[in-house]
């Protein structure tokens, strides 16, 4: 293992830059327990050349929103023909884009809350306010309000009165020129990881999420004390069977690879919601996918270093 060189791609210039710097560090460090040779590489001018004279064995993508997770650098990856770990260009693609995201899940007969997704220019074609209250006739209140692709909760807004929608929706614009509007599900928030093995993708133990503020935006994400986190989840083994059931299915219907981190609500009534899924997600010293690594008696290091073996195995 030390002989075999691993090139973690972090940073890049989207809105989630620092948090990847962080998912980076993190994971180097872990990486480099397991005796591998590490390289941190920040995804600028300087990668392509990088790439080509140093020919790591295998790259890690540990970059947040944009070119990490749209598909971009995994297609640069994929032209240089160099092994990495993580979701192909398709792949990503399917998962960056919100709305296409929870209709795939949707036409499998999982839950989603009802959604609506309208761009920028409709509102001002047609009216600001006449599409709000259409928006509000349609999917009631209260909503939740994300851009249709992103990630970290960045521009997520919780909207409980009407009057709240044109701040929230300009808010929403900052992040995207393309809004998701989706039914406001209360309920027991969860994130389950899914980690692929030699018998094929499977869920870790789901954690729980309780943000102080009751909403778990990119503040409650990323600052330590914000937010209470309950791994395993404090679920009903019925419950906890279905959120399972739900990130594996979500894994296998958008041709996720790898590792993957999908969004639930649990309601109250026992349905599970499918919310989002992530191709690359957060590995930071807040974030959820380590705590169920360990949950699951396992280690960020541990998990990754597989995972480095079998993107090598599957160019050889």
């Known amino acids: 293992m030390a002989e075999r060189t691993v090139a973690v791609l972090a940073g ?3 809105h989630e830059r620092d ?31 990088r790439l080509r004279d140093e020919r790591p064995d295998s790259a890690v993508v540990a970059l947040h929103g944009g070119e990490g997770e749209n598909g971009s650098v995994q ?15 398709q792949g990503c693609r ?12 949707a036409k499998a007969d999982f839950a989603t809350p ?23 006739d349609s999917l009631g209140l209260p909503l939740i309000l ?5 990630g970290s909760a960045l521009g997520t807004q919780v909207v409980r009165d009407a009057a709240e929608l044109p701040a929230a929706m300009v808010g929403c614009f900052a992040y995207g020129d393309t809004v998701l509007a989706e039914r406001f599900i209360d309920g027991v928030e969860v994130a389950v990881t899914v980690v692929e093995g030699d018998e094929g993708p499977r869920a870790l133990p789901a954690v729980e999420i309780v943000p102080e503020s009751g909403v778990y935006d990119y503040t409650a994400r990323y600052t330590a004390g ?21 990130a594996v299915g979500a894994h296998r219907l958008l041709g996720l690879r790898d590792i993957s981190r999908t969004d639930a609500i649990v309601a109250a009534d026992g349905t599970v919601y499918f919310l989002e899924v992530n191709s690359s997600p957060g590995l930071t010293e807040t974030s959820t996918v380590p705590m169920a690594m ?15 073996s079998r993107a090598v195995r599957r160019a050889s």
């Open 226 to 246: 914000l937010t209470d986190f309950f791994s395993p989840a404090r679920l009903s083994d019925q419950a906890a069977k279905a959120v399972g059931e739900l």
């Open 94 to 105: 399917r998962a960056w884009d919100k709305p296409i995201a929870k209709a795939l899940v």
């Open 294 to 308: 360990e949950a699951a008696g396992t280690s960020l290091g541990a998990v990754f270093a597989d995972l480095v």
């Open 114 to 136: 009802k959604w609506t997704v309208l761009p920028h220019s409709t509102f001002r074609e047609l009216g600001a306010q006449a599409v709000l209250d259409a928006m509000v």
């Open 12 to 14: 890049g210039l989207s």
């Open 19 to 49: 948090v990847s710097l962080r998912s980076g560090r993190r994971l180097s460090v872990a990486l480099r327990e397991q005796g591998l040779t590490v390289h941190e590489w920040d995804t600028d001018a300087s990668l392509l050349a």
């Open 146 to 150: 994300k851009p249709d692709q992103g």
């Open 75 to 89: 297609t640069v990856l994929e032209m240089l023909g160099i092994p990495y770990v993580g979701t192909s260009s």
